[in-house]
């Protein structure tokens, strides 16, 4: 599943082939996504600008001066800057369409949406309930550890909690806790507030070098231009049970935690 990284890389990559161009229409092969396509939206974009390319947590967000267009990649879309005319493979859904080239939204498990809405994004229901950005100000060591204060279930679980930090998937939440020294099964509410300012570092520093890197790609993600992510090379526990922690040798053990496999080392974690 794209995760953050992997959605700031695509609007990274697609922003300088769309960013001020006027779009000259919409082709929807297929409208039963995640969430229907709306009806008529084709003329809603058509002769609009792409004023902004924004994200906010795993939407991608296409700011025209009517209205902004919401993306989400699902389980294994992806969005590809193609010449204009090239021919759709099998699951190219949606193609959004430029003078120069075309946008196009290929998506096999059609999990993923293309929504609309005229009114304030920040308020669109999808949005408007997400916890602060993890690169962001708001998102620090006090955030996490008042929050904490009311719960009981495992930190792994916590950092995953859209409502608490948008992004920090399953893959990113276990690198994190492996750097900051912090079992994924740990109680959140037992854990002190400098090991919060630690887990904040480490969840900034986590995704930063994924995003660097065009991000993880273990099965379908792939960038803009078709590459794949190279962090998956830098995973130290994620994916590596009974290899030796990259920092004590000891085997890497992989438990469920809230239905998700998880990676840790349980002498280096605590």
């Known amino acids: 599943m794209p995760e953050l990284p992997e959605v700031e890389t695509t609007r990274r990559g697609i922003e300088p082939h769309i960013l001020g161009h006027e779009i000259q229409g919409l082709i929807v092969r297929q409208d039963r996504l995640r969430w229907p396509v709306p009806p008529r939206l084709e003329n809603r974009l058509r002769g609009q600008r792409i004023l902004r390319v924004e994200r906010r947590a795993k939407y991608l967000l296409l700011q025209t001066g009517t209205g902004t267009l919401l993306i989400h990649l699902g389980m294994s879309g992806s969005l590809r800057v193609l010449p204009p005319g090239t021919p759709p493979g099998p699951h190219d859904h949606i193609d959004l369409v430029f003078q120069h080239c075309c946008l196009r939204l290929r998506d096999p498990r059609r999990f993923g949406a ?77 854990i002190s507030l400098n090991r919060y300012h630690r ?72």
């Open 114 to 190: 293309v929504l609309w809405t005229s009114e304030a994004v920040a308020g669109h229901a999808l949005l408007r309930h997400l916890g602060p950005e993890p690169l962001g100000q708001e998102f620090n060591g006090e955030w996490l550890y008042r929050l904490a204060r009311r719960r009981h279930g495992p930190v792994k679980n916590f950092i995953m909690d859209g409502k608490v930090v948008v992004g920090v998937g399953n893959i990113y939440a276990s690198e994190s806790l492996f750097h900051a020294g912090i079992h994924p099964h740990r109680p959140c509410n037992r």
């Open 199 to 270: 887990l904040v570092e480490e969840i900034r520093r986590v995704l930063i070098s994924a995003i660097r890197q065009g991000g993880t790609s273990l099965r379908d993600f792939q960038r803009e231009d078709g590459r794949p992510g190279y962090f998956a090379q830098e995973l130290q526990v994620y994916g590596r049970e009974r290899q030796p922690c990259p920092r004590c040798g000891q085997p890497i053990r992989q438990r469920r935690i809230g239905q998700r496999s998880s990676y840790f080392c349980s002498h280096c974690q605590r």
